[in-house]
């Protein structure tokens, strides 16, 4: 889902809020990206749809919106063998329902740029989820969504370097680019500032890998001229040596595909 899309989304969503509360037939729910049914004292259709999540307890006849998350775009719904049901609002992150009082809870919303679309569980290890996000990867928790890693397996520094340039990531950059590169989360700011730019994923999501190892020291050392907030890190003591060894730790996020297509090459790997 790209920024554009989702701000067009929210800007609509915003224009209907007035709408909050209020039961509508079918023909007038927003548009739907992924639907379940919640079969805990009765049926429940939820829709996941571009304003949000919407329920109904009429067979879909009518709706009304879900006061958690009303306005944001949210991607996905999917209830899994436990009785569980899951969604992902945009800003709001992953969220699970409280079938008591059907309430709505944000269990993670460390995703970065990351949109689920899809979620599956089985009867056997009800603690292990497997989502696939918006770039078509597939990501995995095993303890009911409250961490996430790479269905290839957590990640582990191996070399000196690697180790050495995920220290300094942790320290100076993970808090805008996120937990192993994931990128920045979407915030309210985000999606209605268009002047705001985002801190991009870089692990192979995103497009780190269409640079050189040169060209990333140097944006790392010397900042960015399209924001401010990525400053020149050679004037807060990061030195060339700390620059190659981020650089060493960044690519080890990276799959063999973007190690192979690194830089210019990388238009031939499109």
């Given at each position: 889902?790209?920024?554009?899309?989702?701000?067009?989304?929210?800007?609509?969503?915003?224009?209907?809020?007035?709408?909050?509360?209020?039961?509508?037939?079918?023909?007038?729910?927003?548009?739907?990206?992924?639907?379940?049914?919640?079969?805990?004292?009765?049926?429940?259709?939820?829709?996941?749809?571009?304003?949000?999540?919407?329920?109904?307890?009429?067979?879909?006849?009518?709706?009304?919106?879900?006061?958690?998350?009303?306005?944001?775009?949210?991607?996905?719904?999917?209830?899994?063998?436990?009785?569980?049901?899951?969604?992902?609002?945009?800003?709001?992150?992953?969220?699970?329902?409280?079938?008591?009082?059907?309430?709505?809870?944000?269990?993670n919303n460390r995703f970065g740029s990351q949109v689920l679309q899809q979620l599956s569980a089985t009867r056997w290890t009800p603690s292990r989820l497997v989502a696939r996000n918006h770039y078509g990867k597939?990501i995995v928790s095993d303890n009911y969504g409250d961490d996430w890693h790479k269905l290839r397996g957590p990640y582990h520094p191996r070399t000196d370097a690697e180790k050495r340039g995920q220290s300094i990531?942790?320290?100076?950059?993970?808090?805008?680019?996120?937990?192993?590169?994931?990128?920045?989360?979407?915030?309210?700011?985000?999606?209605?500032?268009?002047?705001?730019?985002?801190?991009?994923?870089?692990?192979?999501?995103?497009?780190?890998?269409?640079?050189?190892?040169?060209?990333?020291?140097?944006?790392?050392?010397?900042?960015?001229?399209?924001?401010?907030?990525?400053?020149?890190?050679?004037?807060?003591?990061?030195?060339?040596?700390?620059?190659?060894?981020?650089?060493?730790?960044?690519?080890?996020?990276?799959?063999?595909?973007?190690?192979?297509?690194?830089?210019?090459?990388?238009?031939?790997?499109?």
């Amino acid at each position: 889902m790209h920024k554009a899309k989702i701000l067009l989304t929210l800007f609509l969503a915003l224009a209907a809020f007035g709408s909050q509360g209020a039961e509508i037939p079918l023909q007038q729910l927003p548009k739907i990206n992924d639907f379940a049914i919640v079969d805990s004292e009765g049926e429940q259709y939820i829709a996941a749809t571009n304003q949000g999540l919407y329920h109904s307890h009429d067979h879909g006849h009518s709706w009304r919106a879900h006061k958690t998350g009303f306005g944001l775009p949210a991607a996905m719904v999917a209830t899994t063998p436990d009785g569980s049901t899951y969604a992902f609002v945009v800003t709001l992150g992953l969220l699970k329902l409280d079938g008591k009082n059907n309430q709505w809870k944000t269990i993670n919303n460390r995703f970065g740029s990351q949109v689920l679309q899809q979620l599956s569980a089985t009867r056997w290890t009800p603690s292990r989820l497997v989502a696939r996000n918006h770039y078509g990867k597939l990501i995995v928790s095993d303890n009911y969504g409250d961490d996430w890693h790479k269905l290839r397996g957590p990640y582990h520094p191996r070399t000196d370097a690697e180790k050495r340039g995920q220290s300094i990531y942790v320290e100076k950059c993970q808090s805008c680019h996120g937990v192993d590169g994931v990128g920045e989360t979407y915030t309210r700011q985000v999606l209605t500032d268009k002047n705001y730019v985002m801190a991009p994923a870089l692990d192979e999501s995103a497009h780190a890998w269409h640079h050189t190892d040169e060209q990333l020291a140097k944006s790392i050392l010397e900042g960015s001229p399209r924001t401010q907030r990525m400053m020149a890190w050679k004037d807060a003591d990061v030195s060339d040596d700390d620059a190659r060894d981020l650089v060493a730790y960044i690519k080890s996020l990276w799959t063999q595909r973007e190690l192979d297509c690194q830089g210019p090459k990388h238009m031939e790997c499109m």
